[in-house]
């Protein structure tokens, strides 16, 4: 009952903070799920870090889906206007990564566990990355969707800065209008936009309340 009551953590504020107290122009390693969600991330934090965009979702169903979706994230990258350079890397893409990850929660319902098996199967490809190449800071956009669950992607996201040495940004993207500029951006750069989150399960789900 308690943990019911207790207040949630505004992450927004909290990257507020840090950017106003930041020397020099640190590096950072972006997780991102498509172009469209990465789409006003790039243009907010490229004000303040030098990044590197790191397109790792092997939860994303079928291949030709994933294809797609790094394609468009290649065009947004080499087309959005940014104060300071912005890199990507596609990762190898693995299905049976995500299969073997979730395996015993097929049936968990959107927005779930399952869900925060993959937030944790990409955020830790991430902090992993960054640790390994030198990185200062690590997160995703995955907490620009209304959908996704920023309080259990930062608190996943602080897990993992323990274990790989490299902290977390915190970041709750939706905020400050940050979804609605997504769109805008999305328009303005004719976006593909996918009707469904990425893996079989939302799409099956996503056919059926067609």
Known sequence: MRG????KINYQRELD??????DGTPRLLLHSCCAPCSSYCLEYLSQFFL???LYYNPNIYPE???RKRASEQ???VAELPVKNPVSLVVDDYDPNEFFSAVKGLENAPEGGERCFVCYRMRLERAARYAAEHGFDYFCSTLSISPLKNAQKLNEIGGEL?????VPNLPNDFKKKGGYLRSIE???QYDLYRQNYCGCVFSKRKENAEV
């Open 4 to 7: 019911d009551n207790m207040q």
């Open 185 to 187: 951006l999305s328009r």
């Open 74 to 76: 290649e065009r947004l």
């Open 17 to 22: 903070k840090l950017i106003s107290e930041l």
């Open 161 to 165: 800065s323990e274990i790989y040495k």
């Open 64 to 66: 030709e889906e994933f």
């Open 51 to 53: 990044i590197t965009v």
